[in-house]
């Protein structure tokens, strides 16, 4: 079946503009999570959606940065006044979910964000 | 808070070899341990995760054991073939939920 997807692949951008970054989960996950990837370094966690319930967005680095849920399903990932710190791959997951259980994240491609 | 520190890569090696990769760990309570893969121009995949002390994951040929007592969750393979050539991340949960914390990577390159 059809995995995570993202769109853009790969986003060049100017500082100072607003980027906004689509991630599409597999159907049928209820919780969806951000991360972002910087050279050289592993996943940092950005913020997470579990059904209706409150975002996390302990990981969000600013308020630069926001992230909608519409429906349940496709997220989209906001970076407002885009600085070069901003350059790094952004890279969506999505899971079941089922209280007080684990299940498999799986990860989308990634977006690569360059900003000039 | 909780961490992963893993080793710095990139490990080369030759086709049938063994492959050790290192990770430890600092979290509070028991988490869960998992071992990621991302070959190039993929998305990361799991590989295998150990959710209790002693507990042993395994999946195409690699072994990670979650040993508490060490901090420890150590990738290995006895022969390694030029297709497990891709960068692993080890990662802790430690929330009902599943958020991980990763380490930052090591990239292994398996030659013929």
């Known amino acids: 079946g059809a995995g995570v997807s993202q769109s853009p692949s790969n986003k060049v951008t100017e500082k100072g503009k607003d980027v906004e970054l689509r991630c599409d989960p597999i159907?049928?996950?209820?919780?969806l999570y951000w991360y972002r990837q910087s050279l050289g370094q592993g996943l940092e966690f950005l913020i997470y959606f579990q059904g209706n319930s409150a975002p996390d967005k302990s990981g969000l680095p600013s308020d630069r940065f926001s992230a909608e849920r519409t429906g349940g399903s496709v997220s989209t990932l906001t970076i407002q006044r885009t600085q070069q710190e901003d350059s790094a791959v952004y890279i969506c997951?999505?899971?079941?979910?089922?209280?007080?259980?684990?299940?498999?994240?799986?990860f989308g491609p990634g977006t690569r964000l360059t900003v000039t | 808070g909780n961490s992963v520190t893993q080793m710095e890569g990139p490990v080369t090696l030759s086709e049938e070899a063994f492959l050790t990769i290192n990770c430890t760990y600092t979290a509070t309570g028991y988490p869960s341990l998992f071992w990621y893969v991302q070959y190039p121009g993929e998305g990361l995949q799991l590989l295998l995760k150990a959710t209790k002390a002693d507990d042993k994951g395994s999946n195409k040929g690699f072994e990670a054991t979650y040993r508490k007592e060490t901090t420890s969750f150590h990738l290995e393979k006895g022969s390694v073939q030029v297709s497990d050539s891709a960068v692993y991340f080890c990662?802790?949960?430690?929330?009902?939920?599943?958020?991980?914390?990763f380490g930052a990577g090591t990239q292994v390159v398996v030659t013929p």
């Open positions: 159907s049928g996950h209820t919780a």
């Open positions: 990662a802790l949960s430690g929330s009902s939920w599943g958020k991980l914390q």
């Open positions: 997951a999505s899971s079941l979910e089922a209280a007080g259980e684990l299940y498999e994240q799986y």
